[in-house]
DNA sequence: GAGTGGTCTAGACCACTCG
DNA sequence: GAGTGGTCTAGACCACTCG
């Protein structure tokens, strides 16, 4: 097998672990490398390349961590076949906007309210933020194909937002505009009967099931960005997860 | 924060970034470093412990992909608060005996039925099996610490277990034991109100919110084995999902 | 400006695999 | 024995954060 890679582009200032991490990238997605093909040895790519070693194996160990790409201690390293791939957790991270066109669905939001503020103390400690710290709140009624589909309480690290006004539709498009939205979530659901409150948002009778989703949102770095609690109708929306060992 | 760590023991074949690792973990499971913690910078690491800061590197990172530290650019490594670390553990796949020890609860199950059957018209297309193909069911009250905490109703191919009997307190156990645990499954999660016959099996109010979740299992060849439906109280179980780009 | 993590180099030696 | 990945060093320069 014999690949060969262009040079890296010095004018760009993407680091080069990244550039040679997107070339294997799109050698494997246009099957230049296929299952089970041997990759040039790290010496031999690194001289190609014009790169150190070490920046190859930093590249080639995003896609082993990724399950493309395999070491063989001594033999080389492989490309991963479909088979033997470990399907990493599929669960997605998508906002509302993003489910609802995921099931066809069109969405729109109704805002409660709108408001900048300090981080209460219980946030505080939640967020890792320090006390007094700005943040964005952000409350409404989240609509798919006209029917009111779930409330939605957002509080987001101002920082991360350009401004209160931002957030138009998306939340999660404004966050992309500063280069903070959440790679990471952990959500927590549970089964609640909604109040008269939000029975009456929702236009459900009292004390009908509902879906309470708790929801963190990191960046990449690891800090805190969104901490989210929704309500969901019980009788409109089902949420699927995918498990692995 | 002074944290100070012993040596590394050159006598020891354990590569240093490893050893060096190791002494972060113990001294996050001690509480030398407590969340918000900084840990103390690289350089200054690397030069007390004798090695490289690339070897201090590489034995961080493995512990910020675990979401344990995180790094800020600039400013310094962290100690993750336990409040935003997401737990891996939340996408792995677990029977109920497994999930409640893991939230430090005793499980038991009461029986309402275990029987042997062939498949449904419906479950032979759901499951992929041949009209006719023999399963086994079983139906049963699972309670924790003395709570009635599901009802769990599962379908499973029968070639995959050695007996009906197989099964005495964990399904997965029996799987185990033939090699046939399922390695993933397709969860779909949505909030029901109680009926009476459900309410009355779990001692809840009839109309009580809860948790139905539907679970597809399957092996590693991509086989469906396992088709369970279970029904968790509201009130007293919530379900963590891990999410990702 | 001082300190921090992020990237990168040009080497080195080791353990392992393969024919 | 030749080739491979695994570990490790002692530097270097950069971008970012903080007071």
């Given at each position: 097998m014999l690949t060969t890679f262009r040079q890296l582009d010095d004018?760009?200032?993407?680091?080069k672990y990244m550039q040679v991490e997107r070339m294997l990238r799109e050698a494997l997605a246009t099957d230049a490398l296929r299952p089970q093909d041997a990759l040039p040895a790290e010496r031999d790519l690194a001289e190609e390349l014009g790169v150190s070693r070490i920046t190859i194996r930093k590249a080639i160990g995003t896609l082993v961590d990724e399950g493309l790409l395999h070491r063989r201690h001594g033999a080389g390293t492989f490309v991963t076949g479909s088979a033997q791939r470990?399907?990493?957790?599929?669960?997605k991270i998508s906002s509302f906007s993003e489910d609802m066109a995921a099931r066809g669905l069109r969405s729109h939001s109704e805002w409660i309210s709108r408001s900048s503020g300090s981080v209460t103390p219980e946030e505080s400690i939640n967020m890792g933020l320090s006390p007094g710290a700005p943040v964005f709140r952000f409350n409404r009624i989240r609509y798919a194909d006209e029917l009111p589909m779930a409330l939605e309480y957002s509080t987001i690290?101002?920082?991360?937002?350009?401004?209160?006004?931002?957030?138009?539709?998306s939340l999660y498009k404004a966050l992309a505009e500063t280069g903070?939205?959440?790679?990471r979530a952990l959500q927590r659901l549970r089964a609640i009967a909604f109040d008269e409150g939000r029975a009456e948002l929702l236009k459900m009778p009292l004390g009908s099931p509902g879906l309470l989703i708790e929801r963190r949102g990191f960046l990449k770095?690891?800090?805190?960005v969104e901490l989210t609690t929704s309500y969901y109708r019980g009788d409109a929306y089902d949420f699927v997860a995918e498990l692995s060992d």
């Open positions: 004018s760009d200032a993407t680091p470990i399907e990493k957790s599929s669960s690290d101002a920082n991360c937002l350009r401004s209160l006004d931002a957030v138009e539709s903070n939205r959440p790679t770095n690891g800090r805190l």
